[in-house]
């Protein structure tokens, strides 16, 4: 039986919990920088976003080694394991123990016990304990604060509807997450909101998109604009609540839970913000995660040979991280003079832009910032204007351009939304033009190109079109939902009727794999008889996320 009063009764779906797995892993990954940034607790080492996105992507992988059939208890069990044994950073540890304490209260509710509302009270009020269970020396104003909250709200909207109860949590966390720069004294010097708490509302965000079909927009988290140094970072490049020179993290099998007690007094011996956690498995052979900031990592290394089995032992200097990002290196000229980068998704897309004559980078799964950085170094271009197309976000190809950028390369970002976009960008590009003159030409070219797609429903959802089903055909024009069609042909005639109410010589047509031939022939029929001397140009691109895209120029 339930240990809570969770009030009415919605059961929830597996599925819900896959979708929310990689809905937070997407979800960190684009606000990686943001979160980096905001870093200066209780390391300013500007890696929190990238440890909990790296953490999140592995309870998501985790996810997708289960079998289709697999159920609620099972999902947040392997969301949980997963993340225990690759998290990275104090921070990657405690989003761990989020999911942790989701995975303990799916463990032991009844069979029809498993409402949203069930999760989120139980979920995360154990989610809590677990976090805090794991810090040595818990502080208010970091994302165990913001933990708590969630678990407060929970309780006190546990009789609302789950779209209202999510909506509500995440609210809330969003009001405590203003007030923690008040609450930490290194917060207020630095001007900023917790890094880590700032993660968690991306969680709980992810969660409201998936319940709710409705994607949650919060303002960008920046640091004080005062003071000389960088926002969100002190002056003082040492500052923070640690004067430890080094990050220790091992994985640790099999200790009894007394050498745990041991091995957790010896660190805090060592050093400072001690975080052990194990994967929640309840059985033999159980793993625990070991994070330690200290000054003798040897030392901390020891302690944990003498408590049990060793592996995946990682050790950080902050100074010399430090050193190394700041480190200017002689690069040699490069050996062209121009180059273009378009990021792309599908096979046939890949040969029409190499076609087109730009430098290709493939996004057909999720596209890392680091792998667009080193497509564009791999140019060897003097000036590189990059053109994502909607695959990442700004945040991150503002973090990718300013790693590139050097006394060598310059770097434009164009900002692109659809490959139609960068079809008619391209059609312009002119190398034999000053740099300035061609961005500036490429960049008008594609804001002038109107742009839309074609796309299966895989949720039910309002839209500004109305309610769709699962299955349905949806036209977008950007990113607003204009069209709900049972079959492709209805809704790419009624796409392009809208797309043209405005007038257009060009409709250009990039059809993805799952395209019917039939919609195909049917739209160009349409075009021959209601929109005569309009050009119609298709090109078989491949793509997997859109049936077609669409663009009138």
Not at 2 to 24: C, E, H, K, T, Y
Not at 211 to 229: D, E, H, I, K
Request: aromatic share 2%.
């Amino acid at each position: 039986m339930a240990a809570f009063d969770v009030g009415p009764a919605q059961m929830i779906n597996p599925n819900l919990l896959r979708d929310w797995a990689q809905a937070s892993a997407d979800g960190l990954d684009a606000l990686r920088g943001e979160i980096n940034d905001l870093n200066v607790f209780p390391i300013p080492d500007s890696d929190t976003g990238s440890n909990m996105a790296f953490t999140m992507r592995a309870a998501a992988a985790a996810v997708r080694t289960l079998p289709d059939d697999a159920d609620v208890a099972a999902v947040a069990r392997a969301m949980a394991d997963g993340a225990v044994a690759s998290a990275r950073g104090n921070s990657g540890i405690i989003l761990s123990q989020v999911l942790v304490g989701i995975a303990d209260a799916a463990a032991v509710a009844g069979p029809d016990d498993l409402t949203m509302t069930y999760l989120a009270v139980a979920g995360l009020r154990l989610a809590g304990l677990a976090a805090r269970r794991a810090v040595s020396e818990p502080r208010e104003g970091t994302v165990l604060t913001v933990i708590r909250v969630a678990a407060e709200t929970a309780v006190a909207h546990a009789d609302d509807a789950p779209t209202d109860l999510v909506r509500a949590i995440a609210d809330e966390c969003a009001e405590a997450l203003e007030h923690t720069t008040d609450q930490l004294p290194e917060l207020t010097s630095a001007g900023v909101v917790d890094a880590g708490a700032r993660g968690f509302l991306v969680l709980l965000d992810a969660m409201v998109g998936v319940v709710t079909g409705v994607a949650v927009r919060r303002r960008r988290y920046r640091g004080s604009l005062t003071g000389g140094g960088r926002p969100g970072h002190p002056d003082d490049a040492c500052g923070g609540s640690s004067e430890m020179d080094f990050e220790v993290m091992y994985l640790l099998d099999g200790p009894a839970g007394e050498g745990i007690g041991r091995l957790r007094a010896a660190l805090d011996d060592l050093g400072d913000a001690v975080v052990i956690v194990g994967d929640s498995s309840g059985g033999d052979g159980e793993r625990f995660s070991v994070h330690v900031h200290t000054c003798e990592p040897g030392k901390a290394i020891e302690a944990g040979l003498a408590t049990g089995h060793m592996s995946d032992i990682r050790v950080s200097c902050f100074a010399l991280d430090a050193i190394r990002s700041q480190i200017d290196t002689a690069e040699p000229p490069p050996r062209h003079k121009r180059a273009v980068v378009a990021v792309v998704r599908g096979e046939g897309a890949a040969s029409l832009f190499t076609d087109a004559g730009a430098a290709v980078v493939r996004a057909d799964g999720s596209l890392r910032p680091e792998e667009l950085a080193a497509a564009i170094r791999d140019t060897d271009a003097a000036h590189v204007i990059v053109m994502a197309n909607g695959t990442m976000t700004s945040q991150d190809l503002v973090s990718v351009g300013a790693e590139v950028r050097s006394a060598q390369r310059s770097v434009i970002t164009l900002p692109t939304m659809s490959m139609t976009q960068c079809l008619a960008a391209l059609a312009v590009h002119d190398p034999t033009e000053t740099a300035d003159a061609d961005a500036y030409a490429m960049a008008e070219a594609a804001a002038g190109a109107r742009w839309g797609a074609l796309r299966r429903a895989d949720t039910r959802m309002m839209t500004l079109a109305g309610t769709c089903e699962v299955g349905d055909v949806l036209g977008l024009i950007g990113s607003d939902v204009l069209v709900i069609a049972h079959d492709q042909t209805q809704a790419a005639t009624a796409l392009v009727d809208l797309m043209l109410a405005t007038g257009g010589e060009l409709v250009t047509v990039l059809a993805g794999a799952d395209v019917d031939e039939a919609a195909l022939t049917a739209l160009a029929d349409h075009m021959r008889r209601n929109f005569a001397g309009i050009e119609l140009a298709v090109y078989p691109t491949g793509q997997s996320d859109d049936l077609i895209q669409v663009g009138v120029e």
